[in-house]
């Protein structure tokens, strides 16, 4: 099952947190066995970049060039021996027995000696072999992270990287639930949820579970509560809880709902009379979010933000969820981190100026903005805040710790104080980012400079 998930990775770009848990089910694989092959697919998956470097070095050659059926046992049995207590002679033969019956004759003999090269040392020997000399280089490589996330991170923190890494990387995090407002009260599903089950700190809305199968809970089965992190829920109440000039009338925009988290939350926040839009430009994300809000004071289209189907200055209170890298919540899904690049946040960057640009012009004279990212990178956080307000003549930002005291960001140079920015080792929740904006009362005009 860990063999077959890895080539669809590699083949196919699946997602394993989806795939994986499938496969055990189709398979009939449970208890300490589905344990151990969620173990060691999870593992080699977070780190199956840096894996290839020592495969590349032990072998002679990059397994990302050879079949993936080989790279995927390679990488396997690579991760065992140099990452669990397996047994080597365990770890080597139970990967030529693989490889055979994937693969046939072929592969066995070149699997063999590959892995019987990786043995030749142990991790730290390989770090120190492999791995770029420079301090941050040689952090990221030991904790299995690509360069440019490394170098992300530890700008947004403002230093080391040591810290932050663990709790972003292997922990599994605990299942948060939300008690969605106006369908059930937190006692009520803290009752339901046993003894194991504690509120949340960060939303009068959070449980925290400690174990067990959410969907297990007859309140997440009907939609009353649901899985969403306590970042999340955060996010959302902080767009609630700033305050708007003249009062709010209710008229609130969610502009990137899909799949309805948020979208939820803020309809069973809305005041008498409100009603909130959500739009998706994704059809089957929008329809996601209709299944979220069912019932409640809500409407959902199928919208470009970029391209609004509304009027202009219509709403008091508006949340731009932007698309983005998700390196905020790369401990939900391991292979992610080596999926992306660079590249793909200087192009997000640009549709994130645009939506957040689109969510100011939406909201009214005196109306307030919530910009959120599940992403800590500075450049899809602090940056995007900054040119657009530096690109508008209406708009200001609002200081979030005048909304939430005490969730200050560490003081680091990096990030901007009035911000949000919750970190996995911090606070427990995904590395969520919020900023709030708010459109000066004297608006005339379009707003854009
Ligand atoms: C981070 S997710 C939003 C998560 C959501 N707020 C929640 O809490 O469940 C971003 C969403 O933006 C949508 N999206 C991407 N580009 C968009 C655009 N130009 N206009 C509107 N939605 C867009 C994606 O389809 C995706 O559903």
Redesign the pocket.
Known sequence: VAADALVAVHRDGAYLNLLLPRLLRERGISGRDAAFATEICYGTARRYGVLDTVLAAAGGRDPAGVDPEVRAVLELGAYQLLHTRVPPHAAISSSVDLIRAMAGPKPPGLVNAILRRVLAEDWTGWVRRVAPPDRLGSAAFAAGYPRWIAEAISAALGGDIDAAIPAMTDAAPAVHLAARPGRIDRATLLTQAGPGAHPGELTPWSVILSGGDPADLAAVRSGQAAVQDEG?QLVASLLVAAPSLDGDGGQWL??????????ALLAGLLPQAGRLLA????PH?ARLVAVAIAGGPGDVIV????APAWAAGRFDRVLV????SGLGALRRRPEARWRRGPEDVARLTV?QRG?LHAAVDAARPGGVVAYAT?SPHLAETRDVVDEVIAGRTDAERMDVRAVVPGMAVPPTAAADPRDLQLWPHLHGTDAMFAALIRVRGDRSGPGRA
């Open positions: 999340s969610d502009l990137c709902a899909g799949p309805g988290g948020k979208a739009a998706d430009r994704a994300r919208a470009d933000g970029n969820d932007s698309p983005c549709l939506l599940c």
